[in-house]
C-alpha cells in the first residue's frame, strides 16, 4: 500500500478496505503469475498493446511536462489574462469574482490544448511531414 498513489492510499484507510485492496493486489499478483507460466506475455496481441500503452504513456508524459512547464510553471497565472478570457467568454460565467476558481480552470485547459497543439505543429513542421488530403480515400 505504502507504494500506491496518494489517491489509493486516502481510499484505503478503513482495515476493511485496507484488507480487500491487499487480497486483491495478491489476487492479481498471482494471477499473473500464473498468465506467466502459460507464456502469455509472448502473444502477439498481447505485445502489440502493451507498445501501444506505452507509446501512449510516453506522449503523455511528454506532453504534461509541456504543459507543466509552460502554464504552471509560472509563479502565477497571469491576471490580465484572465480577465481577458472572462471577457471573452463573459456569457458563460456572468461574474467574474463568483466564478474565478471556473475560469481559472477553463482558461489553464484552453491553454493547454493550445500548448498541446503547438508542440504537434512543432513536430511536424522539424521533422518535414506533410500529408496530401487529396490521397485520402
Same mark, same amino acid.
Given at each position: 500500500?505504502?507504494?500506491?498513489?496518494?489517491?489509493?492510499?486516502?481510499?484505503?484507510?478503513?482495515?476493511?478496505?485496507?484488507?480487500?485492496?491487499?487480497?486483491?493486489?495478491?489476487?492479481?499478483?498471482?494471477?499473473?503469475?500464473?498468465?506467466?507460466?502459460?507464456?502469455?506475455?509472448?502473444?502477439?496481441?498481447?505485445?502489440?498493446? +502493451?507498445?501501444? /500503452?506505452?507509446?501512449? =504513456? !510516453?506522449?503523455?508524459? @511528454?506532453?504534461?511536462?509541456?504543459?507543466?512547464?509552460?502554464?504552471?510553471?509560472?509563479?502565477?497565472?497571469?491576471?490580465?489574462?484572465?480577465?481577458?478570457?472572462?471577457?471573452?467568454?463573459?456569457?458563460?460565467?456572468?461574474?467574474?469574482?463568483?466564478?474565478?476558481?471556473?475560469?481559472?480552470?477553463?482558461?489553464?485547459?484552453?491553454? +493547454?490544448?493550445? /500548448?498541446?497543439?503547438? =508542440? !504537434?505543429?512543432?513536430? @511536424?513542421?522539424?521533422?518535414?511531414?506533410?500529408?496530401?488530403?487529396?490521397?485520402?480515400?
Amino acid at each position: 500500500i505504502d507504494s500506491a498513489p496518494e489517491t489509493i492510499k486516502k481510499s484505503v484507510k478503513a482495515p476493511k478496505t485496507k484488507t480487500d485492496f491487499l487480497k486483491n493486489m495478491v489476487a492479481e499478483e498471482l494471477l499473473y503469475q500464473k498468465g506467466e507460466r502459460l507464456q502469455l506475455q509472448n502473444d502477439p496481441k498481447l505485445i502489440k498493446t +502493451a507498445e501501444t /500503452i506505452k507509446r501512449q =504513456l !510516453v506522449v503523455q508524459k @511528454l506532453v504534461e511536462g509541456e504543459i507543466h512547464d509552460k502554464i504552471n510553471g509560472k509563479s502565477s497565472l497571469d491576471e490580465k489574462d484572465l480577465r481577458n478570457y472572462f471577457e471573452a467568454n463573459k456569457a458563460k460565467y456572468k461574474s467574474f469574482d463568483k466564478n474565478r476558481a471556473q475560469i481559472e480552470l477553463d482558461y489553464k485547459m484552453q491553454k +493547454a490544448q493550445s /500548448i498541446y497543439q503547438s =508542440l !504537434v505543429n512543432e513536430a @511536424l513542421q522539424s521533422s518535414q511531414v506533410q500529408f496530401f488530403a487529396d490521397r485520402v480515400k
